[in-house]
């Protein structure tokens, strides 16, 4: 079976953007995939972070991934630190990658922002050890939302580099899927922006472990607009949303969004079931559907938050069946590379 690699950062507040935009496809794949899913402390890193919450936050993910549906038994889950291939590939994979590859990074001009200078090495070489994640088990498919595309691309190049370099064919050539605009979960406040655990206000997001009452608040005060909601007819040919009238209207296409891909159904479904409504009614549906589905996942995430010993034994567990795909790949690499194995 061909197997998925994919990760989420234990940085804190999960939300709904953490939810619909990875864990929710990661459920999914676990049907017709090998999965592997990470919670990548080592990643987390990069940017400062206070230890008791690191450790917090890395059983919050593991949390999240099994409140949401995630086989612990079909599938793999672990967290990164616990495994030490990630660490000696990515070193071997610094040596690969070029400084050139890494200077076109979006991602790091952004984190890094003005003060270049004093951003760590690690968030510089973090997609370096993005592409030993997912070669270090030879993984072929990765799951990611559109913001961690160039980052695939980049651990495409150095697998190909590693391969013609050394004159093999050890890493396999991956394929991202790319998850839809479906999982692009917006600001409950502002319809442009990315619905963020950095945002000062918590009304811009509802976190997975929110109760009833607060989704419900956060939904009914959500910025809208005047207008009524749109019928299907706004679709464009391939019935999806237009950049144009997403634009337009950034937070009813944001708020549809969420509805689809709360109830697994197509944005046109929803919006034939709610063209010319006022928002008040739709919020009101949104609402229902958020708390249905939410809300067991929250309460089981925070029961699992008061069992860490469970948490723990799964990511252990998880942590010895990594170690067995990846030991022997790292026996391959130390031949390649010409160190001696241990
Ligand atoms: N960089 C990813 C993110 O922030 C997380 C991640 C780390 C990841 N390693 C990975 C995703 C390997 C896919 C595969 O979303």
Redesign the pocket.
Known sequence: MKRI?????PTGNLHLGNYLG?IKNFVALQDDYDCIY?V?DM?AITMWQDPAALRANTREVAAAYLAAGIDPKRCIIFN?SQVGAHAQLAWIFNCVARLGWLNRMT?FKDKAGKNREKASVGLYA??N???A??LAYK?TH????E??KQ??EL?RDIAQKFNNDFGVELFPILEPLILGPAARVMSLRDGSKKMSKSEPSDMSRINMTDEADDIAKKIRKATSDPDLLPGPEALDEGGAVSEEARRARPEAYNLLGIYAALADKPVGDVMTEFAGTQFSRFKAALTDLAVATLGPMGREMKRLTEDPASVDAVLRDGAERARAIAEPVMREVYDTVGFLRP
Request: proline share 7%.
């Open positions: 690699f994919s990760g989420v950062q990875a990470c990548v990643h990164q991602q973090y997609p050890l993005m592409a994640d997912i993984a990765v799951p990611v939302g913001d961690q980052h695939l651990a």
